[in-house]
């Protein structure tokens, strides 16, 4: 059973730093690319970070320079640290995989940029 489950997210005032974690069971963690996600209110699901299998990332072109995705596999981590916060960044963040034919994500975590 594919699981995900998030945490760090918080409230932190414009300029901050947060980081963000998820940790997966049920995959061979090292073999599959992770995403993270974001929902803000009324917007759609979109993606921030990902990382491939072999370490190889690419962003969102409004959280480049800003924000590093980074995997742990002998823990089964991947961690999004988020620096330089902007209002804009707040949402609801999520990990994502894709395993077989659909994708797992975790429950979310709310980070909220705010003063």
């Known amino acids: 059973q594919v699981q995900l489950v998030e945490s760090g997210g918080g409230l932190v005032q414009p300029g901050g730093s947060l980081r963000l974690s998820c940790v997966a069971s049920g995959i061979i963690f090292r073999t599959y690319a992770m995403g993270w996600y974001r929902q803000a209110p009324g917007k759609q699901r979109e993606l921030v970070a990902a990382?491939?299998?072999?370490?190889?990332?690419n962003y969102a072109e409004d959280v480049k320079g800003r924000f590093t995705i980074s995997r742990g596999n002998a823990k089964n981590t991947v961690d999004l640290q988020m620096n330089s916060l902007k209002s804009e960044d707040t949402a609801v963040y999520y990990c994502k995989v894709r395993y077989g034919l659909r994708d797992y994500w975790g429950q979310g975590t709310q980070v909220t940029v705010s003063s």
């Open positions: 990382i491939s299998s072999g370490g190889s990332t």
